[in-house]
């Protein structure tokens, strides 16, 4: 069946350096993947994205890569701030299906 | 432009007794989804709406009814409280299916049973 896991439940960096979050799937058929950002008492925010038919995705400070061959996600922050110390989850959806599965997160911790 | 809106923020209910946790979400976006979550337990769905007038069953319904009368609110209710419905119930949106465009998420409904 579908599931989603972290390999690592926290991770803890100095400011300034580059943070990885990593995060695998099962499910082969998994073609649409997020990653989103759990600040305490906040709901999750959408952070970025990517299909299938990619293998990296950048944003702002962040870069998404996907190795379908291995089911393999993760999230790069560069530059690690304070501001980013918070819990991430990524989530993964097949087409046809309306539901977003969510791994258990992965809390970062960015000490000054 | 607020986004998703969730009323209450915290709840305290006796065992037995019945609420309703109000979703509204401004962005005109067609499906909306009602979540728990338990510490090590993630985000959990317990059901979702695709369109105005329509719901369908999560991964955990039991116990708890929706209702999407209009397209920008989806209202989760708990005919009879249990401990076990202790959580935090949080609300998201989408434009289109989850599977195709970002879930866009509420700041959550703190629900403690006694």
């Given at each position: 069946g579908?599931s989603?896991?972290?390999?690592?439940?926290?991770?803890?960096?100095?400011?300034?350096?580059?943070?990885?979050?990593?995060c695998?799937y099962?499910?082969s058929a998994?073609?649409?993947?997020?990653?989103y950002?759990q600040e305490?008492?906040?709901?999750?925010?959408?952070?970025?994205?990517?299909?299938?038919?990619?293998?990296k995705?950048?944003?702002?400070?962040?870069?998404?890569?996907?190795?379908?061959t291995?089911?393999?996600?993760?999230?790069?922050?560069?530059a690690?701030?304070?501001g980013?110390s918070a819990?991430?989850?990524?989530?993964?959806?097949?087409g046809g299906?309306e539901?977003?599965?969510?791994?258990?997160?992965?809390?970062?911790?960015?000490?000054? | 432009?607020?986004?998703?809106?969730q009323?209450?923020k915290?709840?305290?209910?006796?065992t037995?007794?019945?609420?309703?946790l109000?979703c509204?979400?401004?962005m005109?976006?067609?499906?909306?989804?009602?979540?728990?979550q338990?510490?090590?337990?993630?985000?959990?769905l317990i059901?979702?709406?695709v369109?105005e007038?329509?719901?369908?069953?999560?991964?955990?319904?039991?116990?708890?009814?929706?209702?999407?009368?209009?397209?920008?609110n989806?209202?989760?209710?708990?005919e009879s409280a249990?401990?076990?419905?202790?959580?935090?119930?949080?609300?998201a949106?989408s434009?289109?299916?989850?599977?195709?465009?970002p879930?866009?998420?509420?700041?959550?409904?703190?629900?403690?049973?006694?």
């Amino acid at each position: 069946g579908e599931s989603v896991g972290l390999h690592l439940p926290t991770l803890s960096v100095q400011e300034g350096d580059n943070s990885i979050i990593n995060c695998a799937y099962s499910n082969s058929a998994s073609d649409y993947f997020i990653w989103y950002k759990q600040e305490s008492g906040k709901g999750p925010q959408f952070i970025i994205d990517i299909r299938s038919n990619m293998d990296k995705r950048q944003g702002q400070r962040v870069t998404v890569l996907l190795n379908k061959t291995v089911k393999h996600l993760s999230l790069q922050i560069a530059a690690t701030q304070p501001g980013d110390s918070a819990v991430y989850f990524c989530a993964e959806s097949h087409g046809g299906s309306e539901k977003l599965v969510f791994g258990k997160g992965t809390k970062l911790t960015v000490n000054p | 432009n607020a986004g998703v809106t969730q009323t209450p923020k915290f709840r305290v209910l006796k065992t037995g007794q019945s609420m309703t946790l109000l979703c509204a979400q401004d962005m005109n976006h067609e499906y909306m989804y009602w979540y728990r979550q338990d510490p090590g337990m993630g985000l959990r769905l317990i059901h979702y709406s695709v369109g105005e007038g329509t719901t369908a069953k999560g991964e955990v319904p039991d116990g708890y009814n929706v209702s999407r009368l209009k397209k920008q609110n989806f209202l989760l209710g708990l005919e009879s409280a249990a401990p076990s419905q202790t959580s935090v119930y949080f609300c998201a949106s989408s434009l289109l299916t989850g599977s195709r465009t970002p879930q866009h998420f509420g700041d959550g409904t703190r629900l403690s049973i006694l």
